[in-house]
């Protein structure tokens, strides 16, 4: 199923289900479903959303607004130079274990939303990721038992202001990657039964119409098991915990010349059998 956080015209916040009808109100269909999609994935209420969905006597969204599928995420981790034709492409070694970092909740949009461009940043950049979001608890997984806890996936874009994160003092990793509206997600959580083969699935990025970034998830070097299990060493993860999993090639700062984001701009992230993330940049 597709789960999506959206707003009604009122104003409240509900998770739903993408249908084939529109937008299936969830808590409205079944008023023992909890009111967040963190929280149906943490009561694993997911098949019980997805008999909602199909009800016959679910409750339909006249007008609704889509917001990041999961709004409230314990953790937003990322994966650096991830993929293997953007580690050439950057003149790097192919890591020996997952890079690291985070963004906070304040980063996080959804589809349609503004990306706003800070003044004190001259380099903001596009990268197209998938995100795997988290649907157990877990800490010390095993390799083998790593995909039972990814509940599903969506599309992301890691926004980044490449002179923070690399050319500060020390490089600012984390404040060049976390702006706010640095880390736009959606349209919907597709869960992972939906997903025939994640690692098959080709990625593309497109800014103003032109496509900049396309590959496949086959280029990735750390794999989704992989990364979970690695991650797990280190923290507990826990259900709606969402992991940017690493870019392609063609990002603004490899090009001759180097092309970054300006107000106006489009930016279009589309993965095979998850959707199209779009979003407009605006100047902060």
């Known amino acids: 199923m597709r789960l999506v956080t959206f707003q009604t015209t009122d104003g409240s916040v509900r998770p739903g289900a993408m249908a084939s009808s529109g937008i299936v109100d969830l808590v409205a269909t079944d008023a023992t479903l909890p009111g967040s999609v963190r929280e149906i994935l943490a009561a694993n209420l997911v098949a019980r959303a997805a008999a909602a969905a199909a009800s016959p006597k679910a409750v339909h969204v006249a007008s609704a607004k889509l917001l ?26 192919i890591p020996k274990e997952p890079i690291v970092f985070s963004k906070f909740n304040t980063a996080l949009v959804g589809p349609e939303a503004e990306i706003r461009l800070p003044a004190v940043s001259q380099s903001v950049d596009y990268e197209a990721e998938l995100v795997a979001v988290i649907g157990r608890e877990g800490r010390d997984i095993a390799l083998a038992e790593a995909m039972q806890y990814v509940a599903g996936y969506t599309v992301g874009h890691d926004v980044s202001a490449r002179d923070w994160q690399l050319q500060k003092e020390g490089k600012q990793w984390l404040l060049g990657k976390t702006f706010d509206t640095f880390a736009p997600i959606g349209p919907a959580l597709v869960t992972a039964d939906e997903v025939h083969d994640v690692h098959r699935l080709g990625i593309r990025l497109r800014l103003n119409g032109r496509t900049m970034q396309e590959s496949t998830t086959e280029q990735l070097i750390f794999r989704i098991d992989q990364i979970v299990a690695y991650l797990s060493q280190v923290m507990t993860l826990r259900p709606g915990d969402l992991i940017f999993t690493g870019t392609p090639p063609g990002v603004g700062f490899a090009r001759k010349p180097p092309v970054f984001l300006k107000p106006g701009d489009v930016c279009e992230v589309e993965i095979d059998g998850l959707g199209c993330l779009r979003n407009t940049c605006v100047a902060g």
């Open 68 to 93: 990041a599928p999961v709004l409230d995420p314990d953790k937003i981790i990322c994966i650096g130079l991830n993929y293997r034709d953007h580690a050439i492409e950057s003149g790097m070694a």
